[in-house]
Each structure stands twice: as C-alpha cells, then as structure tokens.
C-alpha cells in the first residue's frame, strides 16, 4: 500500500465551489506539505504543517486553507474555486529533526475548475 | 533564499543513448540537492539525494548525479535510457539548518526517448 494517498485523484468542479483535496499517510512523519504543479512552473509550496497545532503559509498560499486533523492526515480547501486554481495538487511528507531531511509525495490529485 | 535553475526544458534521445540532465542551483552554503522523477499521471518518486561525502551519487533506476560546487551544478546521467525512463525530471535544493524543510524546485525537464 501507498505511504501517502490523495483523494480524489481527479476532480472537476465549478467556479465558486467550495472543495476539499484529502491526504493521509502511514509513514509516521509529523510534517506534510501542499504543492500545486503547473506547467512549466515545476512545483510551488501552498501550505505546510509540522504537526498538527503549527500550521503556516507556503509561497502560494492566498485562495487556499487547509487542515491538520491528526497527525497522519492534512486537507486542502478552495474555498470558492476558480478557473487558475487548475493545476495538478501534490502532498508531501518528512520527518523533522534529521539532517537528511527528505519529502515523500502522494501520487497527486489533478483539479479541473470550469 | 535558494534558487534552481534547469536549463532544458524537452530533451530527446535515443533508447540506449547516454543522458545527461542539468540542474544548477544557487544557495549560500552546500545545499541539500535531490532529483525527483515524475512518470506520466504519476506522482513525484525520489531518485537520489545529496547531503555530504562523496560527491557523485547513484540513485534508483540507474541514476547516478553528480555536485560540482564550483559549478553550482548537480546534474543526473545515466549510461544507457530505456523507453521506460521517458518522464519529467525534477531537481530541487533544500536548505540546511532550520530551514531545511524547504525545497525550492526547478521547472523540470521532459524527457522524450526515442525507440
């Protein structure tokens, strides 16, 4: 089984909708991360967690929030979708406190707002 | 704040053929650097990472890199591409310290092979 798993993996939705991206993993790291992809952007950082009470913005963070419910579990929201929040989404995972810090990433949810 | 820079947006190759992919970077000290591969419709898988010691890394798949700090470069090879090895590739730098939770990205590089 996947260590890191988004759901949905494949959304579309319409603008001024409100959804939420889902990530759970079992690999034990107290932080994760959202990313969004563009095309020919590479990846930009939207929020990260480092447990479940510090939560801070990333480079990208504006029309985004999200939620650290548990340790093992980090949702994104759009709270009003719009049509340049279409991107593919990625969330991350690491463990603190090692000098070979390395991130671990879900398989991605690909957005589609109309 | 570090930076990236992968100068080749598309390369194409032969199957067989040697490959090598460029990443250089910018950061005050010596960075955290990592090459990531993402295949089509899939997610970001790890191929290697560099934090200390010996400068040319070998990663899965038959990947190998190599830190050049007077080049401020970090670029992946690979002897031999397979059909299968068509993907984008990503390097990224990571900071030392308190801040080495971040790692800044380049914009890719898509790999097309050639049967």
């Known amino acids: 089984d996947a260590d890191v798993t988004q759901t949905p993996r494949n959304r579309i939705t319409k603008t001024g909708k409100r959804i939420m991206l889902e990530c759970s993993q079992t690999k034990g790291h107290d932080r994760m991360y959202w990313y969004r992809q563009d095309p020919g952007l590479g990846l930009r950082l939207i929020y990260y967690?480092?447990?479940?009470?510090?939560?801070n913005k990333g480079e990208i963070s504006d029309g985004y929030s999200v939620s650290r419910q548990a340790q093992a579990k980090f949702s994104l929201s759009l709270e009003s979708a719009i049509p340049n929040q279409t991107a593919l989404y990625f969330c991350?995972?690491?463990?603190?406190?090692?000098?070979?810090?390395?991130?671990?990433f879900g398989p991605g949810t690909r957005l589609l707002v109309l | 704040a570090q930076s990236v820079t992968q100068p080749d947006i598309h390369i194409t190759v032969s199957e067989g053929a040697s490959l090598e992919l460029r990443c250089n970077y910018s950061y005050g000290a010596t960075p955290y650097l990592f090459w990531y591969v993402q295949s089509p419709g899939q997610g970001l898988q790890l191929l290697l990472k560099y934090f200390s010691g010996d400068t040319l890394v070998q990663g899965i798949k038959g990947f190998e890199a190599e830190f050049k700090r007077s080049q401020s470069s970090f670029n992946l090879r690979k002897p031999s591409v397979h059909w299968s090895d068509a993907a984008e590739y990503f390097c990224?730098?990571?900071?030392?310290?308190?801040?080495?939770?971040?790692?800044?990205f380049g914009k890719g590089t898509k790999l097309s092979v050639i049967p």
């Open positions: 991350a995972t690491s463990a603190p406190g090692s000098p070979q810090e390395t991130q671990y």
């Open positions: 967690s480092f447990d479940v009470k510090d939560i």
């Open positions: 990224a730098v990571g900071a030392r310290g308190a801040g080495s939770y971040q790692l800044t």
